[in-house]
């Protein structure tokens, strides 16, 4: 079975940096775009950045871009989301995800999520 696991998250002050891993099992792991997703709770996940299979491509949400980085190391299986500049708007927990359809921003083109990982940004 594919299994992702996040790590990485904590409390940061605002201005600071977080950056998050999600480690694969179960899968070709260079044959997956790989997503990720934050959530608040009570409102709907949220697209943050996606990158494609052979990590040439990453494509960001309008709310991080200039501020997170996500990057892949195949041979690691693991993705990772380097943030900087954190706000506290971007407290949520966060999420990576496969998709074995390619780079995309919609939830329902990732067909494997991971349990997450809760960054809070806080004074």
């Known amino acids: 079975q594919v299994q992702l696991v996040e790590s990485g998250g904590g409390l940061v002050q605002p201005g600071g940096s977080l950056r998050l891993s999600c480690a694969a099992s179960g899968v070709t792991f260079n044959r997956y775009a790989m997503g990720w997703f934050r959530q608040v709770r009570g409102t709907e996940r949220e697209f943050v950045a996606a990158i494609a299979w052979s990590g040439g491509t990453t494509i960001y949400a309008d709310s991080v871009k200039g501020r997170f980085t996500v990057s892949r190391d195949n041979a690691r299986k693991t993705v990772y989301l380097q943030m900087n500049l954190l706000k506290p708007e971007d407290t949520a927990v966060y999420h990576c995800?496969?998709?074995?359809?390619?780079?995309?921003?919609?939830?329902?083109?990732?067909?494997?999520w991971g349990q997450g990982t809760q960054v809070t940004v806080s004074s």
């Open positions: 995800a496969a998709s074995p359809s390619g780079i995309a921003r919609t939830p329902n083109e990732f067909s494997y």
